[in-house]
Protein backbone atom coordinates (compact mmCIF):
# COMPACT_ATOMS: atom_id res chain seq x y z
CA UNK A 1 0.00 0.00 0.00
CA UNK A 2 1.48 3.88 -0.57
CA UNK A 3 0.17 6.44 0.98
CA UNK A 4 1.48 10.10 0.59
CA UNK A 5 1.54 12.31 3.49
CA UNK A 6 2.17 16.23 2.52
CA UNK A 7 2.83 18.72 5.45
CA UNK A 8 3.87 22.58 5.34
CA UNK A 9 1.00 24.60 3.81
CA UNK A 10 -0.34 27.53 5.63
CA UNK A 11 -0.82 31.20 5.40
CA UNK A 12 1.49 33.62 4.21
CA UNK A 13 2.20 36.87 2.80
CA UNK A 14 2.57 37.98 -0.74
CA UNK A 15 6.58 37.80 -1.58
CA UNK A 16 6.57 35.35 1.23
CA UNK A 17 8.31 31.90 1.34
CA UNK A 18 6.70 28.79 1.99
CA UNK A 19 8.35 24.71 1.91
CA UNK A 20 6.28 21.91 1.22
CA UNK A 21 6.87 18.23 2.28
CA UNK A 22 5.32 14.79 1.08
CA UNK A 23 6.22 11.51 2.49
CA UNK A 24 6.24 8.26 0.35
CA UNK A 25 5.57 5.06 1.98
CA UNK A 26 6.45 1.78 0.18
CA UNK A 27 8.86 0.98 -2.30
CA UNK A 28 7.88 2.97 -5.18
CA UNK A 29 9.68 5.89 -4.38
CA UNK A 30 12.92 5.38 -5.75
CA UNK A 31 11.85 4.48 -9.21
CA UNK A 32 9.03 7.23 -10.15
CA UNK A 33 8.45 10.46 -10.86
CA UNK A 34 7.02 12.61 -8.19
CA UNK A 35 4.86 15.78 -9.09
CA UNK A 36 3.41 18.55 -7.38
CA UNK A 37 0.12 19.73 -8.45
CA UNK A 38 -2.46 22.37 -7.23
CA UNK A 39 -6.30 22.88 -7.31
CA UNK A 40 -7.48 26.64 -6.51
CA UNK A 41 -11.69 26.93 -5.54
CA UNK A 42 -13.46 26.62 -8.99
CA UNK A 43 -10.69 25.36 -10.98
CA UNK A 44 -9.02 22.23 -12.41
CA UNK A 45 -6.21 20.59 -10.78
CA UNK A 46 -2.92 21.58 -12.04
CA UNK A 47 0.60 20.59 -13.02
CA UNK A 48 2.98 22.27 -10.77
CA UNK A 49 6.32 20.83 -11.19
CA UNK A 50 7.32 17.28 -11.91
CA UNK A 51 10.88 15.54 -10.88
CA UNK A 52 11.82 12.43 -12.48
CA UNK A 53 13.95 9.17 -11.18
CA UNK A 54 16.88 10.86 -12.61
CA UNK A 55 16.54 14.18 -11.10
CA UNK A 56 15.20 15.72 -14.49
CA UNK A 57 12.68 18.44 -13.42
CA UNK A 58 9.78 20.27 -15.45
CA UNK A 59 7.60 23.51 -14.42
CA UNK A 60 4.50 25.33 -15.08
CA UNK A 61 5.41 28.05 -16.71
CA UNK A 62 3.42 30.29 -13.91
CA UNK A 63 5.83 29.06 -11.05
CA UNK A 64 9.45 28.67 -13.13
CA UNK A 65 12.09 30.99 -11.33
CA UNK A 66 10.03 31.21 -8.02
CA UNK A 67 9.52 27.18 -6.99
CA UNK A 68 11.98 24.28 -6.69
CA UNK A 69 10.74 20.62 -6.64
CA UNK A 70 13.52 18.15 -5.51
CA UNK A 71 13.68 14.71 -3.52
CA UNK A 72 15.49 12.97 -1.23
CA UNK A 73 15.49 9.11 -1.87
CA UNK A 74 16.71 8.12 1.74
CA UNK A 75 14.13 9.80 3.35
CA UNK A 76 11.28 8.63 1.15
CA UNK A 77 10.48 12.66 0.64
CA UNK A 78 10.22 15.30 -2.10
CA UNK A 79 9.37 18.93 -1.52
CA UNK A 80 8.39 21.71 -3.33
CA UNK A 81 10.27 24.83 -1.98
CA UNK A 82 7.73 28.12 -3.36
CA UNK A 83 9.37 31.55 -3.01
CA UNK A 84 7.86 34.75 -4.30
CA UNK A 85 4.70 33.76 -3.18
CA UNK A 86 1.39 35.51 -4.76
CA UNK A 87 -1.96 35.58 -3.75
CA UNK A 88 -3.00 33.05 -7.26
CA UNK A 89 -0.85 30.75 -5.67
CA UNK A 90 -3.38 30.18 -3.34
CA UNK A 91 -4.50 26.27 -3.98
CA UNK A 92 -4.57 22.97 -2.48
CA UNK A 93 -1.71 21.29 -2.94
CA UNK A 94 -1.09 17.83 -3.30
CA UNK A 95 1.68 15.62 -4.48
CA UNK A 96 1.07 12.40 -6.78
CA UNK A 97 3.34 9.09 -7.34
CA UNK A 98 2.88 7.76 -10.71
CA UNK A 99 1.08 9.79 -12.76
CA UNK A 100 -2.24 11.69 -12.58
CA UNK A 101 -4.29 8.92 -14.05
CA UNK A 102 -2.88 5.53 -12.47
CA UNK A 103 -1.03 7.28 -9.41
CA UNK A 104 -1.54 7.82 -5.91
CA UNK A 105 -2.12 10.90 -4.43
CA UNK A 106 -1.77 12.71 -0.85
CA UNK A 107 -4.59 14.32 1.12
CA UNK A 108 -3.08 17.66 0.08
CA UNK A 109 -2.02 20.78 1.99
CA UNK A 110 -3.69 23.92 1.90
CA UNK A 111 -1.63 27.49 0.86
CA UNK A 112 -3.01 30.87 1.26
CA UNK A 113 -1.22 33.77 0.14
CA UNK A 114 -3.03 36.77 1.53
CA UNK A 115 -2.06 39.75 3.61
Known amino acids: QVQLVESGGGLVQPGGSLRLSCVVS????????LAWYRQAPGKQRELVAV???????NYADSVKGRFTISRDNAKNTVYLQMNSLKPEDTAVYYC?????????WGQGTQVTVSL
Open 96 to 104: NIGGATMGY
Open 26 to 33: GSMFRIYA
Open 51 to 57: ITSAEST
